[in-house]
């Protein structure tokens, strides 16, 4: 028969939440600058920021971040198209795009840049069928119709495109599970489920999806130790394990996967010594599993983080700041079994 | 930042490995910096190829380099003679290939490669398609490779059955692999329409057409025809007899069971002499507002306005409406209304007779089948035989949730009522072996459950819905509730009766006693409810009742054993939100 495949969690993996230490590891990433690691991530710089902000706003630890400095960054990367670029000398992307609008709301601040012609950047990637390239060079893929109307969404602009079409779009990803890929005939990824999910949430699209039978997907990724795979017969990981959450929380079925089970996953992965989140349980941590690893406890309840946004990943407040509520399915709010599995955990726990 | 193990290491190490990561980052920056100066100076040749493809190599998810890759071939394009953009093209292929040897996962090369095939003067799709072969034979599910497939696929006419023979080849010798079973669901509804679909012939290339050959199998009801679909069940028993813990066969049988997309109609026209109401139900969530919906009334087309049943729903499978007063309040007159869905070009008629306070006409949940197959009628006999291997499986594996709930699926595809039972044993048995994922055991079982009673209801044509003490864990189907007036949903689990509640138009009484009832949201302008029992439940605070202050006739509340009958002032507090409320309980 087929192994599944899975991680072991050791009994001496971390147990509890070390915010203090994952707040130092953030706050010390970015003065790492003339490391060649962090030089050689430079290509997706944008998004990075956006990840270690979002963890320390998330963690109550922004006032920690240079404010200053990352705002002149991300004005330095906005093109004459209009749209935002990793990085300084880089080319300008979707993908960038929503980061730099992300970060300019975490900070109250869109009015740094020039909204209109980001909306027009947005607005040019759109294609004949609805879809969205992710720069002039044409690539598709639903993960680029997600940044779109998330960017426009943020700005309050979504409709300077063709919402229908864009929908339209989007569901002919929709496959046999379910779930959605990259295009058309791709398939089921939990990504670009997240992705597709949240663009259809934003667009006010969500009672076209088949929430029964992709919850049942989406909670058959939670395997024997708690964490979450993205597709079939894949390895747990920390990321994945926020995309289905996510999703999951989107569609209105959180509680069908074992919430006490995946916290004890997601505790595993940090790194005592450095801080931070990896993937699994002893691999090397970086911001993308930090923010990943912060979230996915904030969707699983725990208070000492603030409440995360399943769609946007970005903080509730920041959201209601600019009067931002997307839509989310509604079916049993178990705040009874929380409580329930909180008070479990503490039994746990406290052994 | 995807599988690197931390490794432990000595201070000297550590020395020689930051000594070397700055040589490294010195040689990175002189590259990039060289190349960045290059493109400033719009200089778009030979040596700027040799410098991107340096870095590259290492890190192909730099994608402003590819981005200045395909600025200096379109520029060499230009001023170059066909045989040579040809030998520059299949040298840049060259390259791709060695960068997704090195990291066959990055979107970047395979973007790019995309964009080079779409560029050789002759391309080499053969050679293409074998590139992907000997991918997938390393990882069969790098789903880039999948998609960089599907590209060749179309963009050379591969015919969709050759394909599908790839995916037998592929299952045939692993069963367990979800991409190959993914494939399939999109080739079969391709290959083998279901009888009605537009015919296609078994060989037809995509070239040549212009339907897209990746319809969603989801969304479009593309099915496929019965034939071919007793060919599939026999393919996916081989593998999960051969592997019963492999989920990929699993998930695409649950596929096949599953029934194609209902029709979009009107299922329910209902009108009310009192208050003057109509209500329509469609068969799925609609916005009527954008979808042209016109009232009819005796030959005159009529100005109202719909609303959803609940503020919160855009999209509703129920829409409501008043007419003018005075329309069809005098019992004495008979009415015809008609409701056109122009945007379907569908309509459905209710007449209202002398005499009569109410009237509907609708498609009951028997009539569509709604809950059953799609499978027709006399290939029951082959659901049966589906329904003795699995059973057959299950006693040779009887800890296998797999199996178990196929059983369950095909047990309610053959007969939901008479199963009833063993049903219930088996989701047990789920809960048991699988306890994980026992809350989505749970709401499945519930809606089961729903379905079940609904059909009983409409069986012996009542409008009262009893459903007490089954273990109900979350409501659904509202929408076919719109003509119940007594529910009784008492001893289960609910937490919250949801926004979807207010469609139940025409309830006159619920009782909900003995839940975990905290919150009534879809206790939501309900002109007929009068009496509601929920003892025992979790309701605490005041504002919860809110909701009920919309419903006018309400008389009776009975609220004995909730948190909130301890609130101070309770009573006053109660005659002033619920002023209607001649009984009330506490
Ligand atoms: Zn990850």
Not at chain 1, 285 to 293: A, I, K, M, W
Not at chain 1, 314 to 324: A, H, K, N, S, Y
Not at chain 2, 61 to 67: E, G, V, Y
Not at chain 2, 478 to 496: G, M
């Amino acid at each position: 028969g087929t192994q599944i495949k899975d991680v072991v969690i050791k009994p001496d993996a971390p147990n509890t939440l070390l915010l203090d230490k994952h707040a130092d590891y953030i706050a010390a990433y970015g003065s790492k600058k003339d490391d060649y690691e962090y030089t050689l991530s430079e290509y997706l710089r944008m998004s990075g920021i956006y990840w270690g902000l979002t963890v320390m706003d998330l963690m109550g630890q922004l006032h920690r971040m240079n404010r200053e400095e990352i705002i002149d960054f991300i004005k330095s990367c906005q093109h004459d198209c209009g749209g935002f670029s990793a990085s300084i000398g880089h080319d300008p992307h979707l993908l960038y795009t929503l980061s730099a609008v992300q970060i300019l709301t975490l900070y109250d601040n869109v009015k740094a840049i020039d909204v209109d012609k980001v909306v027009d950047y947005v607005r040019g990637l759109q294609q004949e069928d609805g879809s969205f390239a992710g720069d002039k060079w044409g690539e598709i893929d639903t993960r680029f119709s997600f940044c779109a109307v998330a960017t426009l969404a943020l700005l309050g602009r979504l409709d300077a495109v063709d919402v229908d079409k864009a929908v339209e779009f989007v569901l002919s990803c929709m496959n046999f599970d379910g779930g959605f890929g990259c295009r058309p005939g791709s398939e089921s990824h939990a990504g670009q489920i997240y992705c597709c999910t949240g663009f259809l949430s934003v667009t006010g699209q969500l009672h076209q999806v088949n929430a029964d039978l992709l919850g049942w997907w989406l909670c058959e990724r939670q395997l024997p130790s708690g964490g979450l795979n993205g597709r079939p017969e894949k390895l747990p990981d920390v990321c994945y394990s926020w995309w289905v959450l996510a999703a999951l929380k989107i569609i209105g079925r959180i509680h069908w996967i074992d919430k006490a089970k995946l916290r004890t996953f997601i505790l595993s992965c940090q790194d005592e010594e450095t801080g931070g989140f990896a993937d699994r349980p002893g691999d090397m941590v970086d911001p993308f599993h930090t923010l990943f690893g912060v979230a996915g406890l904030s969707l699983l309840g725990d208070e000492q983080i603030k409440p995360v946004n399943p769609v946007f990943c970005m903080p509730e407040d920041v959201l209601q700041r600019i009067g931002l509520q997307p839509d989310l399915l509604k079916t049993v709010e178990q705040t009874q079994l929380i409580s329930q599995y909180l008070h479990l955990e503490s039994v746990i726990y406290s052994v | 930042m995807h599988g690197r193990v931390k490794v432990k290491s000595t201070a000297q190490q550590e020395e020689e490995k930051r000594k070397e990561r700055e040589k490294k980052l010195k040689v990175y920056l002189t590259v990039r910096d060289a190349i960045f100066k290059k493109r400033g100076n719009g200089e778009l040749d030979d040596e700027a190829l040799q410098l991107t493809q340096q870095l590259l190599s290492s890190n192909p998810d730099f994608a402003t380099l590819w981005n200045y890759r395909r600025e200096i071939l379109l520029h060499l394009e230009t001023i170059k003679e066909e045989e040579e953009t040809q030998k520059l093209y299949e040298a840049e292929l060259l390259f791709i290939e060695s960068c997704l040897k090195m990291n066959p996962k990055s979107y970047g090369s395979w973007h790019h490669r995309g964009w080079v095939s779409s560029r050789l003067p002759r391309p080499d799709w053969t050679r293409e398609l074998s590139l992907c072969d000997r991918c997938l034979s390393l990882d069969d599910r790098n789903f880039h490779c999948w998609d960089y497939r599907r590209l060749v696929v179309k963009a050379s006419g591969v015919p969709v059955d050759q394909e599908l023979q790839f995916t037998d080849r592929l299952i045939g010798s692993n069963f367990s692999n979800y991409s190959s079973w993914h494939y399939r669901s999109t080739l079969l509804p391709l290959l083998h329409p279901e009888s009605g679909s537009e015919p296609a012939s078994p060989c037809r290339k995509h070239t040549n057409t212009h339907t897209s050959p990746t319809a969603s199998p989801q969304t479009h009801s593309h099915r496929v025809c019965e034939e071919q679909l007793l060919k599939e069940y026999e393919l996916v028993q081989n593998a999960f007899f051969t592997d019963p813990n492999d989920q990929s066969a699993w998930f695409y049988y649950r596929w096949l069971l599953g029934r194609a997309e209902r029709e979009e109609l009107i299922s329910c026209v209902y009108a009310s002499r009192e208050g003057e109401r109509v209500a329509v139900a469609f068969s799925k969530p609609v916005n009527a507002l954008a979808e042209g919906l016109m009232l009819v009334l005796d030959g005159q087309q009529q100005q109202v306005e719909w609303r959803s049943a609940h503020p919160r729903f855009r999209h509703s499978p129920v829409w409501l409406c008043e007419l003018p007063p005075g329309s069809i309040s005098d019992i004495n007159n008979e009415h015809n209304l008609t409701v056109h869905w122009t945007e379907k070009h569908t309509h459905r008629d209710c007449a209202l007779y002398t005499g009569r306070l109410e009237s509907w006409c609708r498609d009951s949940a028997t009539d569509q089948e709604l809950f059953r197959s799609e499978l027709s009628v006399e290939k029951t006999s082959v659901l049966q035989s589906e329904l003795q291997s699995c059973t057959q499986l299950l006693e040779l594996e009887p800890q296998n949730k797999w199996c178990v709930l196929t059983i369950i699926l095909l047990m309610r595809a053959l007969d939901p009522l008479g199963h009833e039972k063993e049903t219930l044993a088996h989701f047990q048995t789920l809960k048991e072996v699988d306890p994980m994922r026992s809350s989505y055991y749970s709401d499945l079982c519930s809606k089961f459950m729903i379905e079940n009673t609904i059909l009983k209801m409409e069986y012996a044509e009542v409008r009262v819905f009893s459903l007490s003490d089954k273990n109900l864990s979350t409501l659904c189907h509202l929408d076919q509730l719109l003509l119940v007036t007594h529910i009784n949903l008492s001893s289960n689990q609910l937490v919250t009766l949801p926004p979807q509640f207010s469609m139940l138009h025409c309830l006159e009484v619920l009782e909900a006693d003995d839940n975990v009832i905290e919150n009534l949201e879809g206790l939501y302008h309900l002109p007929k409810l009068e009496e509601v029992s929920l003892k025992n439940n979790q309701i605490s605070k005041l504002s919860d009742l809110e909701p009920l202050a919309s419903c006018p006739k309400l008389t009776r509340l009975d609220l004995r054993g909730n948190p909130v009958t301890k609130t101070a002032n309770i009573q006053a507090e109660l005659s002033q939100l619920l002023p209607s409320v001649t009984d009330l309980l506490l």
